[in-house]
Every structure is written in C-alpha cells, then in structure tokens.
C-alpha cells in the first residue's frame, strides 16, 4: 500500500497521474499546499481524488513557498508522521509540483529507497513517470 505525496501549483495533471494509477493500492494522499495562491487548486483537487475514489486525502498548508528552511521541518514532521501513521506502507513523493524549494526540501527527506519512501517526477512531455 502507498502513502502519496503531492506539492500543489498550477499543474495538477502531474499529481493526478501516478495517484490515480496507484488508487487502488494508495491509502492516504497529502497536498502539501505554500501560500495562499493555490488553496482552490488543491481544493478542486480534493474534488477530483473523491470523485475517483480516493477519499482519504488531507491538505498540509505552509506560509512560504520558498523557506527552505521551514518547508524543510514539514517535511521532516510528516516523514515521521507518515513512520508513526503508515508503519508498513510505502510513501511515494511526487517532486513535480510546487516551487523548486519545496522539490527541494521534500525531495531531500523523502527519497529514502531503504525507507520504503521513493520520490518520482512525471514528465509529461515523454509520458513518463522517472
């Protein structure tokens, strides 16, 4: 079972993609959402993920989208939230989205193979998920 992590901005195809091919498998999805610019876009989000049957889904906001630093903590407190929460499952991060700082922040505690945790990256213009 996965555990998927999606960095909201304004493509949401990519986060869509890998979520929606692991549904059946996926037992919760984070939107991790900086600012305020992108709260109805990760609310539509909701939408959509419920509509296709993902309804366990919950939305993380963050003040910044560029405080490495802050956005660094929050992914060490969900990284260890996701261990306590979802011991036995795998955790995918999806660094498509958000700005380069949160990839970056995220992207450094989450892609941990020996941890059961895989950061992924959609490229859209291949169609294909690296």
Request: proline share 5%; charged share 20%.
């Amino acid at each position: 079972m996965f555990v998927q992590i999606n960095l909201i901005s304004h493509q949401l195809i990519p986060n869509a993609i890998p979520t929606l091919a692991w549904r059946n498998n996926t037992v919760k999805v984070f939107l991790i959402v900086a600012g305020s610019t992108f709260n109805q876009s990760s609310q539509q989000l909701v939408k959509f993920y419920n509509k296709n049957g993902i309804k366990n889904v919950e939305v993380i906001k963050t003040e910044s989208p560029n405080d490495f630093h802050e956005l660094r903590k929050l992914a060490t407190k969900l990284f260890d939230r996701i261990k306590v929460e979802f011991p036995n499952d795998e955790i995918v991060f999806n660094a498509t989205g958000g700005t380069k700082p949160m990839s970056l922040a995220f992207y450094r505690q989450f892609d941990q193979p020996n941890e059961k945790s895989l950061a992924i990256y959609v490229d859209t213009d291949a169609n294909r998920i690296i």
